[in-house]
Every structure is written in structure tokens, then in C-alpha cells.
């Protein structure tokens, strides 16, 4: 195989690395008790935590958007009032919900394709996927599909998937990559993209969900899905975890 120029695997590692871009938001709160959150593009475009009245004063604005993301561990308070209390990365894009009406049989094809995709790829480690919530199949499948990208590129090393569970309701997704820097960069953001996309992911249909502790177990879940979880814990299992064609499996917690 002739080798690829530099600035062709950069183009092919960018082209890959694209579906996976994350952006930070921050978390402001205001002496009187508003709380905002706000991502680094409305920062970017000129906009500042929901008006106030009277409002902060311009040069006060201003400050605070070229500071906001420039060094956010330094900015504590401004004279206007607002106090940062954090910041994290979350997904640009929007992996969308899971197909609806589903049967157990389509999704655990589904998983048999990732498991494929990994195995193909020569990634290690990989029944590490089965046995997950149906709810992020999609996260699970556009994260595979680009770690075996990735891995096709001429400076891919080995990848070894030591662990994949839920745990507060999110996705825990551990992986031991090794080889060139930027390989080992890339596969370590793939995941992370995984994680923090499914953080506000409903566990059982892909939509929009918060974290609820029915039963003491917490699971991120869309209304929909936290009512079924108290009427019918039956069928919520059956949902959140398919069964296999050949006998359910018993899963904790749910």
C-alpha cells in the first residue's frame, strides 16, 4: 500500500473525526438566584446570560464574552452580578432518537452489525457492547462506525475496549488505545463524544430524558418511560433491555 500524504490522512482524520465535534457550555448563576447556561457559539455571536433588569453595562458584556471561554477556572464574579459554577462539553450534532416500535429481534441485529463493524475493524475486547440500553444504539453505532474508520487510517494502532456499561444513568465507555498520539486523541474523543451523548439521552427511546431513581436505580429516562417504569416494570425491562429471541436476560436495577 503507498503511503498517504501527510496533508491526505489529515484530510481523511478530519473527514472522520467531524460527526464527533463537541462544544463547551457554561453554567452561570446571577446574585439573584437565575441560573443560565450557555453555549460557546452564543458566546461567540455576541450574546451574554438572559438580560437583566437594569442590564450589566456594555463594557461588562464584553468583558465577560472575551473572558467566558478564554479562561473560564479564573472567572469567578463579575460587577454585574453573575458567578460561574462550571463548565462541560456536550455533542454538536444530534444523534436523534431510536426507531420506534422496534422489536427485540431488529435491535439486537443491530448490535450483532456493531459487534461486526468492531470485529472487522480489529478492535478487541468487543462483546463489550452487547447488553446495553436500547435507548443509545444509535450513540453506540455512529461511535463504532468511527472508531473502525479511524482504525482504517495508515496510523492507527491497537484498540482494546476494556469496559462499556451504565452506571447514573449515562454511558461509562473504557478503552485502551496505543500507537501514534493522534490516534490514541481521536479513539479518547470518539468516546467521550459517547458518554456525554448520552447523558441527556432517554435510556429506553433515544429522546430527550432526565435522571430519575425509580426503584433507587438512576436511569436518564423521557417522561414517557419514567411513567412506564412505575405502572409496569415488566414491560419497562423488556424495553430497556430486549430480550434475545431464544429467553430474556435479567438486568439490575431497572
Same mark, same amino acid.
Given at each position: ?12 482524520? %478530519?473527514? =472522520? ?16 438566584? *437565575?441560573?443560565?447556561?450557555?453555549? +460557546?457559539?452564543?458566546? +461567540? =455571536? ?19 464574552? !472575551? ?5 473560564? &477556572?479564573? *472567572?469567578?464574579?463579575?460587577?454585574? @452580578? $453573575? ?9 454538536? +450534532? ?17 448490535? #450483532?452489525? =456493531?459487534?461486526?463493524?468492531? &470485529? ?5 475486547? /468487543?462483546?463489550?457492547? #452487547?447488553?446495553?440500553?436500547?435507548? $443509545? ?10 472508531? %473502525?474508520? #479511524? ?9 482494546? /475496549?476494556?469496559?462499556?456499561?451504565? !452506571?447514573?444513568?449515562? *454511558? ?6 496505543? @500507537? ?5 486523541e481521536d479513539i479518547q474523543a470518539i468516546t467521550d463524544w459517547a458518554e456525554q451523548a448520552t447523558e441527556s439521552r432517554c435510556c429506553v427511546t433515544g429522546r430527550p430524558g432526565e435522571p430519575d431513581r425509580g426503584r433507587g436505580w438512576i436511569l436518564t429516562l423521557c417522561e414517557e418511560m419514567r411513567d412506564l417504569r412505575e405502572r409496569d416494570p415488566d414491560a419497562f425491562?423488556? *424495553? ?9 436476560? &435479567? #438486568?439490575?436495577?431497572?
Amino acid at each position: 500500500m503507498s503511503a498517504v500524504p501527510p496533508e491526505g490522512l489529515e484530510s481523511q482524520r %478530519a473527514e =472522520i473525526m467531524a460527526p464527533f465535534e463537541r462544544r463547551q457550555r457554561a453554567v452561570f448563576e446571577h446574585r439573584s438566584g *437565575l441560573r443560565v447556561s450557555v453555549t +460557546q457559539e452564543i458566546m +461567540q =455571536i455576541g450574546m451574554v446570560p438572559p438580560p437583566l433588569d437594569p442590564p450589566p453595562p456594555a463594557l461588562e458584556r464584553q468583558r465577560l464574552m !472575551k473572558t467566558l471561554f478564554a479562561d473560564l &477556572s479564573r *472567572l469567578k464574579s463579575t460587577d454585574a @452580578g $453573575w458567578m460561574f459554577l462550571g463548565r462541560a462539553a456536550e455533542p454538536v +450534532q444530534d444523534v436523534g432518537p431510536e426507531p420506534e416500535n422496534q422489536t427485540p429481534q431488529e435491535h439486537h441485529d443491530r448490535v #450483532r452489525a =456493531i459487534v461486526a463493524t468492531l &470485529s472487522s475493524a480489529g478492535v478487541t475486547g /468487543i462483546d463489550e457492547v #452487547r447488553g446495553l440500553p436500547a435507548g $443509545w444504539t444509535r450513540v453506540l453505532e455512529q461511535a463504532c462506525d468511527g472508531i %473502525a474508520s #479511524r482504525m482504517s487510517l495508515p496510523d492507527a494502532g491497537t484498540l482494546r /475496549i476494556d469496559q462499556m456499561k451504565e !452506571k447514573f444513568g449515562t *454511558l461509562r465507555f473504557y478503552v485502551s488505545p496505543e @500507537g501514534d498520539p493522534a490516534f490514541v486523541e481521536d479513539i479518547q474523543a470518539i468516546t467521550d463524544w459517547a458518554e456525554q451523548a448520552t447523558e441527556s439521552r432517554c435510556c429506553v427511546t433515544g429522546r430527550p430524558g432526565e435522571p430519575d431513581r425509580g426503584r433507587g436505580w438512576i436511569l436518564t429516562l423521557c417522561e414517557e418511560m419514567r411513567d412506564l417504569r412505575e405502572r409496569d416494570p415488566d414491560a419497562f425491562r423488556a *424495553l430497556i433491555y430486549p430480550p434475545e429471541p431464544e429467553g430474556a436476560e &435479567s #438486568r439490575p436495577g431497572v
